[in-house]
């Protein structure tokens, strides 16, 4: 069973350079996300999506760019890479069972660093 | 922006002995779940909370939810070097389903 794949799993940006972080399910999840995860920390939502060509922001959206054109694809846009942005960063999926208590499902990340 | 305060940040302890890690909010969570992540990897889900005042045994974890559903508890009894990891949770809130999470807990088991 795939699960949630991303890639890559490893890159290096310089600053300025841009890039797409590919993700893709193959549960038929609803719901998909894009965590970022600084060094020790726990995870910030960058973005959501609730659906086919519907996303939403959540708490650090801004430098990032989403799409959802279908089920299984939501990749994530970096369009002006900053240090800042250096982070592994998680995707995400889940189908909602009443809102109470859906399991996420985690890729296994990737590491993004912006020199 | 809605918080989930961790503590301790950073926990070592000696195997076999027992610990509690604790995640705490000032807001009402419709739910709430504990995720263990090892290094390179995702977070991977330990179990779901929903009820106030509500406890789960996982094994030697026990995991409770507080009446107000503000606050959440991990407790480790006899801990092992397997249980080393980064302990995460995250919670829900009414009428929305992003999910939000902790600050985390770094936990060490030193043979």
């Known amino acids: 069973n795939a699960g949630v794949t991303q890639t890559p799993k490893f890159r290096i940006l310089k600053i300025g350079q841009s890039m797409t972080l590919q993700c893709t399910q193959d549960m038929n999840h609803n719901y998909m996300y894009w965590y970022r995860q600084d060094p020790g920390m726990g995870l910030k939502l960058i973005y959501y999506?609730?659906?086919?060509?519907?996303?939403d922001k959540g708490e650090v959206p801004n430098g990032y760019n989403v799409s959802r054109s279908t089920t299984e694809d939501f990749p994530l846009r970096l369009e002006l890479a900053a240090p800042s942005q250096t982070s592994v960063y998680f995707c995400?999926?889940?189908?909602?069972?009443?809102?109470?208590?859906?399991?996420?499902?985690f890729g296994e990340g990737s590491w993004l660093t912006v020199v | 922006t809605q918080l989930l305060e961790q503590s301790p940040q950073f926990l070592s302890i000696q195997e076999g002995e027992n610990l509690t890690v604790y995640c705490n909010s000032s807001s009402v969570f419709s739910s709430l779940q504990w995720y263990r992540q090892e290094p390179g990897e995702g977070p991977v889900l330990l179990v779901t909370v929903v009820t106030g005042g509500e406890v789960k045994k996982l094994k030697r974890l026990t995991f409770q939810f507080g009446d107000a559903r503000k606050d959440s508890s991990l407790h480790i009894t006899a801990a092992q070097p397997g249980d080393t990891g980064l302990y995460l949770c995250?919670?829900?809130?009414?009428?929305?389903?992003?999910?939000?999470f902790g600050t985390g807990t770094r936990l060490t088991i030193i043979p």
């Open positions: 999506s609730v659906g086919a060509g519907i996303t």
């Open positions: 995400a999926s889940s189908y909602p069972t009443g809102g109470t208590g859906n399991t996420i499902y």
């Open positions: 995250a919670g829900r809130y009414f009428g929305n389903e992003k999910l939000t």
